[in-house]
């Protein structure tokens, strides 16, 4: 993966202005996102991959061409820690077709669901992923777009930044994806009161699996509204209640000396808002 001296920017699929603007396909997303001052984007595949090969290559063609930094985001239903060894196993399947689409997209990134810790212990979920993600290198480990583990937002659900980081000690092939919006969430909105909070984030990464982990970090952010039991639903920056606020995350780039990719998942202004954290983050790097 080439490395990023600064903090890139983009949105999780496509806000409802593409739309507007009169546009019909992803195949013109790179583009427009490249005219819009972004310089990312995730394809969003949480529903199934439906797209196929000549589109997929089309949209990788688009990005190379406007300089757009791409990344995947595999089907929910890959789960790798279920208790149903043939579905639990299949996932490695998704996980192979996951990657291929990732090749003709020219990600260097697919971001995949741990699963779900609700039936059984922490320590039995954690127990399973870690069989699935080795036994997913049997298959997939020559690769070398990366693969991204989670942090999720629900509390029954696997991928605290622990487990995530614990997962990720399996293999160099696997690296941490941090959503700041769910773990916020998943903590009840206490997880970061300032830029303290979010240089720690980029300190454990680093002091756990290395500096390079920490340098170039996929990240997700968005303001999540939450419940007792973590993620309730995706906000815009409109919100003034639930937070996470990016100010701090973005002082706590510059002083750390990072240059993550942070993909905005908002509901419906994924690239205004994108574009609001890129103008924070260069008023910020403009004053600290």
């Known amino acids: 993966m080439k490395k990023i001296e600064f903090a890139t920017f983009g949105p999780g699929g496509n806000s409802e202005s593409f739309y507007a603007d009169g546009k019909k396909s992803t195949v013109e997303a790179p583009l427009w996102v490249k005219q819009k001052g972004l310089d990312a984007y995730e394809y969003e595949a949480g529903n199934g991959l439906s797209a196929g090969d000549a589109t997929l290559k089309k949209i990788g063609d688009a990005a190379r061409e406007n300089g757009i930094l791409m990344s995947f985001h595999t089907p929910y239903f890959i789960s790798l820690s279920g208790v149903d060894p043939e579905k639990r196993l299949k996932s490695i399947d998704y996980i192979s077709r996951s990657l291929h689409a990732a090749e003709l997209l020219a990600a260097d990134t697919i971001v995949i669901h741990a699963g779900s810790a609700a039936k059984i212990s922490r320590a039995e979920a954690m127990a399973l992923a870690s069989d699935t993600l080795l036994k997913n290198l049997e298959v997939n480990g020559n690769t070398d777009i990366r693969m991204g583990i989670e942090t999720m937002g629900k509390v029954n659900q696997l991928g605290t930044l622990e487990e995530v980081i614990e997962l990720c000690k399996i293999s160099p092939k696997y690296h941490p994806v941090v959503d700041f919006g769910h773990l916020n969430a998943?903590?009840?909105?206490?997880?970061?009161?300032?830029?303290?909070?979010?240089?720690?984030?980029?300190?454990?990464?680093?002091?756990?699996?290395?500096?390079?982990?920490?340098?170039?970090?996929?990240?997700?952010?968005?303001?999540?509204?939450?419940?007792?039991?973590?993620?309730?639903?995706?906000?815009?920056?409109?919100?003034?209640?639930?937070?996470?606020?990016?100010?701090?995350?973005?002082?706590?780039?510059?002083?750390?000396?990072?240059?993550?990719?942070?993909?905005?998942?908002?509901d419906g202004t994924m690239a205004e808002d994108a574009l609001e954290m890129k103008n924070i983050y260069r008023s910020k790097g403009e004053n600290i």
């Open 186 to 266: 998943r903590n009840i909105g206490s997880y970061f009161p300032d830029r303290d909070s979010y240089r720690a984030i980029f300190d454990k990464i680093a002091t756990s699996l290395g500096d390079e982990y920490a340098f170039n970090l996929h990240c997700h952010f968005s303001k999540i509204e939450y419940t007792g039991a973590g993620e309730k639903r995706h906000l815009t920056f409109a919100d003034a209640v639930y937070g996470p606020d990016f100010e701090p995350l973005a002082e706590a780039i510059i002083l750390e000396g990072v240059a993550p990719r942070i993909i905005c998942e908002s």
